[in-house]
């Protein structure tokens, strides 16, 4: 084991809070409320993922209607209004450009406070690290 519970704490059942007897490293009173605690936070990292998934979607679908649009920047604000989720990426890297550049799936785009711009799509077998649109960066 790579770490001790000291014999101070856990004294209590970490699901209902009854006392615990038997051995020192006891969690739970009993299987059911083991159950229950381990269930709850599945449910509750399922929640998270879930909640994260979608808004990555959602940040794709945008952008994806963007570039069949023909549209390769927006404001920012814009964005945001149409439910884009700035902090909800798949990747982040800096640009030689020193740009802040993000990932959504297949989809980059460079963004500041003001804006997203260079959006496009990656093709496929181009999800190599060298930087393919150097350069033209406005
Ligand atoms: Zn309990």
Do not use: W
């Amino acid at each position: 084991m790579a770490y001790k519970i000291s014999e101070d704490e856990h004294k209590s059942c970490l699901e209902c809070g009854g006392s615990l007897y038997g051995r020192p490293d006891k969690k739970f009173c009993s299987n059911g409320c083991k159950n229950r605690f381990h269930n709850r936070r599945y449910n509750d990292e399922r929640k998270i993922i879930e909640r994260t998934l979608n808004a990555l979607y959602r940040n794709h679908e945008y952008l994806n209607c963007l570039l069949k649009a023909g549209i390769q920047s927006i404001d920012i604000d814009v964005a945001k209004m149409s439910g884009f989720r700035p902090e909800s990426i798949t990747g982040y890297r800096k640009t030689r450009s020193r740009h802040s550049e993000c990932s959504c799936f297949d989809i980059r785009y460079c963004i500041t406070e003001q804006k997203i711009f260079r959006i496009r799509k990656m093709e496929i077998g181009s999800y190599s690290e060298t930087d393919s649109g150097s350069g033209s960066a406005r």
